[in-house]
């Protein structure tokens, strides 16, 4: 197996990992139960208002219960579900409903947006691509006077959201925790772009390999690109009406101002659908071609074997007349050119003129050399 096919084989194992991790029928619902391998919880608490800004990294629950309502925005940033006790209690420190707590470490959990009497809730997947495609799930909790983001691992989607909170008199700021949760959206949802932009690339590649030489490594890797299409399809197709049934009902914590950036992100969320509707078209489109490929190399193939066949049919049947050694003196039908000082050469000459005569027919029809035949060529023939 190849280096790629087995990078491949070894994320859809890792893959179907993360699908094992389920709540058994029986469990009590809301019972918190932490995926495999999860990494143990960090937190970073970010307090603002438009005058202020307080940073605290590896915090406490008990900072965060500090910090709560001093500041008209706290934005708690959690990496890592191994823990279930401690997300039991920030839970309780912000009044989180446990069927909520349940979804955020269900892994994976289908993109959604909840409203809870006390809390909005969603959850989604952050995309990231190189070569392979790895998703991290977050889940976020908007509340009265904060914000509780929580992902199964760290990255850098929410890099530029903090560089935003550090510029004084922005509008990050100055807004209310519905903006926030806006500015979260909208990080994870133009995450995709870059994944998008990197599967494009890797479409042209292939289309470029498939039209080159169509090696047995392009089938293993187009299947590969239409599952992380089909996957990411699955992503956004529910956040798309998310975010469409949040506009179109919006709960009490958003604002109308508020509201209309959210039309914003349903916007980038229909793009990349229709991205991937693309991607998916075009990876069937790549499939066809590679097996139409094929399928003219293995015509190609044929027809020189065919050819070959045809030309040597004739050969022998003359190879086989004058090889029959009849006796000549037994009988008046003898063959003349076995007595004859040139019959051999005759005989090959034969054979040569045969087969010269049968290039040239096939020549004539276009068989080789001159490509394929159009129905103007098939017209011209019959006339002559």
Not at 232 to 257: F, G, H, K, M, N
Not at 286 to 300: H, K, P
Not at 354 to 371: C, N, S, T
Request: proline share 5%.
């Amino acid at each position: 197996m190849s280096r790629k096919g087995k990078n491949g084989a070894r994320r859809r194992a890792q893959q179907r990992h993360r699908f094992d991790h389920t709540i058994h029928p029986h469990t009590r619902p809301g019972t918190i139960i932490v995926p495999p391998e999860a990494l143990p919880p960090l937190i970073q608490v970010t307090a603002y208002g438009p005058d202020q800004i307080v940073e605290k990294r590896n915090a406490t629950v008990a900072q965060i219960r500090e910090l709560r309502g001093k500041y008209p925005v706290l934005w708690i940033d959690a990496v890592g579900l191994g823990d279930a006790a401690l997300i039991e209690e920030l839970g309780q420190v912000l009044g989180l409903h446990h069927l909520s707590l349940e979804d955020m470490s269900t892994v994976p959990q289908r993109s959604k947006v909840e409203d809870f009497p006390h809390h909005l809730f969603a959850v989604t997947q952050i995309p990231t691509y190189n070569g392979d495609l790895c998703l991290e799930q977050v889940s976020l909790f908007a509340g009265k006077g904060f914000i509780l983001s929580w992902r199964e691992r760290s990255g850098t989607c929410f890099d530029i959201v903090r560089k935003r909170l550090q510029v004084t008199g922005g509008t990050t700021r100055s807004a209310g925790v519905d903006y926030l949760l806006y500015v979260l959206i909208d990080a994870v949802i133009d995450s995709y772009f870059p994944v998008l932009e990197q599967l494009g690339e890797v479409f042209d590649d292939l289309d470029d390999r498939v039209e080159a030489d169509s090696s047995p490594e392009c089938i293993a890797q187009m299947r590969d690109i239409r599952h992380d299409v089909r996957q990411l399809r699955r992503i956004v197709w529910p956040l798309r009406d998310a975010i469409d049934d949040l506009v179109r009902s919006p709960p009490e914590q958003i604002t109308q101002e508020t509201l209309i950036h959210f039309r914003d992100c349903h916007d980038h969320a229909v793009q990349i659908m229709d991205t991937l509707e693309n991607y998916r078209d075009a990876g069937s489109d790549l499939r066809d071609y590679y097996a139409t490929s094929i399928s003219n190399r293995m015509n190609e193939t044929i027809k020189v074997l065919t050819i070959i066949s045809t030309l040597f049919m004739p050969l022998s049947f003359i190879a086989g007349v004058y090889g029959m050694n009849f006796e000549a003196a037994e009988s008046g039908w003898d063959m003349p050119e076995l007595r004859w000082k040139y019959g051999y050469p005759f005989a090959l000459a034969l054979m040569g003129i045969v087969a010269v005569v049968q290039l040239l027919f096939f020549y004539r029809r276009g068989w080789i050399g001159r490509g394929k035949r159009t129905d103007k060529d098939d017209r011209k023939d019959r006339k002559e």
